[in-house]
Structures are given as structure tokens and as C-alpha cells.
């Protein structure tokens, strides 16, 4: 079973604070994805990252993979309450073709 | 609005039934993926239907089966319910089976098991 380990599980900041979410593991993505899931909704894509050292911005957000494909980052830039969500990794492995292995997640609480 | 609708979106059942959660998927995706969502927790594969044929299975019991339609819409049978079958099941389309792009997800069915 190929595990993919968010962290922090929980971050509570300020609003203008800058934060940074990880998505670690131990075996190598053929692409990584990640989602925010909003209470009661479902995950919407946010970005989809496929090539190693591979970076992408969306307005304050910024991906980032990891050289070896097998991690990455997401950087939120002077947060604001409407970034309030549950933000998730997911990947897919080279060896589980059409199954999208999430994380466990990262609850962000974003306040005025 | 990704046009994937689930229903129902809310529901309760005992330990022992029998459900069947229904996913219509975006006009145009061939490709339907099923997950649970428990409470606190990331999405878990559960299967995927491609083109009316199960597409790859995650490590979930036979109790837990799952149809697609002519219409590439979608259904989702859990047989012999538990208490831990509790959960957010999501239904996700998109196109082309095997090759992995961006899933379109609905708003999931809530599923409670007393």
C-alpha cells in the first residue's frame, strides 16, 4: 500500500500570514495533483504537477514538486480568510495507473 | 459547479442493510471513479468504471459493488452495512479510463450506519 503523509494536519494562522503545506512519500509520482475541499463539497483541482522541480503559481498559491517526484509543497502567500479549507495532495503512482491516492489532508482556519 | 450530481445526499441506515448511492457524471467523461471520505480523513479509492466495465479496484471488501450505464452514469451498492461503512462517498467523472487527468468530483452522499 503506497502511502502519500500530509503536514500539518491542522494550521490555524492569521489572516496575511504566509503558510506552507507538504505531501511527502516514499515512492515516485507519475503526477501529483492537489484539491481544496470546501464543508460540504466536494475536492475541486487546484493544480496538477508532473514534471520534477516542476513549479506553478496560481495568484497567491505556489506548487512546487520535488526534484524525485516523490514530494511536494504548497505555499500560500498572505493568506485570507476565504482560503479556509481542507487542502489535499493526491498522486498518482507509475505502477496503480488510474487510482488517485490522496493524502490525509491539511485543515487551514484562516482569521480576519 | 462541476455537473456531477449525487444522490442522496443524505442518508441513514442500520447495521445489516443494504445501499445504493447514484452518480450522474459530467456530459462528455466516459470515466467514473468512486471514493470514501471518512470524517477527519483523504479520500479512499474504492473503484472505477470505464465504458460499463469495473476499471481497477482499491482495497475494498466484494461487499462493496458498483454499475455504469450506457449513460456513463453511476451506481454504488454497499451490501451487509457496517458502523465504519460511515462515511462521505464521492463520485468523481472524468475522460478516458486509464489515462489519469483532472476527476470532476459531486457533492458526495453522506452515508450514516447506526
Known amino acids: 500500500t503506497q502511502l502519500l503523509e500530509q503536514s500539518p494536519q491542522f494550521l490555524s494562522i492569521q489572516e496575511g500570514e504566509n503558510l506552507t503545506v507538504y505531501c511527502n512519500s516514499s515512492?515516485?509520482?507519475?503526477?501529483l495533483q492537489w484539491y481544496r475541499q470546501e464543508p460540504g463539497e466536494g475536492p475541486v483541482l487546484l493544480v496538477t504537477?508532473?514534471?520534477?522541480?516542476e513549479v506553478k503559481k496560481l495568484k497567491r498559491l505556489t506548487f512546487q514538486f520535488g526534484d524525485a517526484r516523490k514530494d511536494s509543497s504548497l505555499h500560500i502567500t498572505a493568506a485570507q480568510p476565504g482560503d479556509t479549507g481542507l487542502y489535499l495532495c493526491?498522486?498518482?503512482?507509475?505502477?496503480?495507473?488510474?487510482?488517485?491516492?490522496f493524502g490525509g489532508g491539511t485543515r487551514l482556519m484562516v482569521k480576519p | 459547479e462541476t455537473g456531477v450530481t449525487q444522490s442522496p445526499t443524505h442518508l441513514i441506515k442500520t447495521r445489516g442493510q443494504q445501499v445504493t448511492l447514484r452518480c450522474s457524471s459530467q456530459s462528455g467523461h466516459n470515466t467514473v471513479s468512486w471514493y470514501q471520505q471518512a470524517l477527519g480523513q483523504g479520500p479512499q479509492f474504492i473503484f472505477q468504471y470505464y465504458r460499463e466495465e469495473e476499471n481497477g479496484r482499491g482495497n475494498f471488501p466484494p461487499r462493496f459493488s458498483g454499475l455504469q450505464f450506457p449513460n456513463y452514469s453511476s451506481e454504488l451498492n454497499v451490501n451487509a452495512l457496517e458502523l465504519d461503512d460511515s462515511a462521505l462517498y464521492l463520485c468523481?467523472?472524468?475522460?478516458?479510463?486509464?489515462?489519469?487527468?483532472?476527476?470532476?468530483f459531486g457533492e458526495g452522499s453522506r452515508l450514516t450506519v447506526l
Open positions: 515512492s515516485v509520482f507519475s503526477s
Open positions: 468523481a467523472s472524468s475522460w478516458g479510463g486509464n489515462r489519469p487527468g483532472e476527476l470532476f
Open positions: 504537477v508532473v514534471t520534477g522541480g
Open positions: 493526491a498522486g498518482y503512482y507509475n505502477n496503480a495507473g488510474n487510482m488517485l491516492t
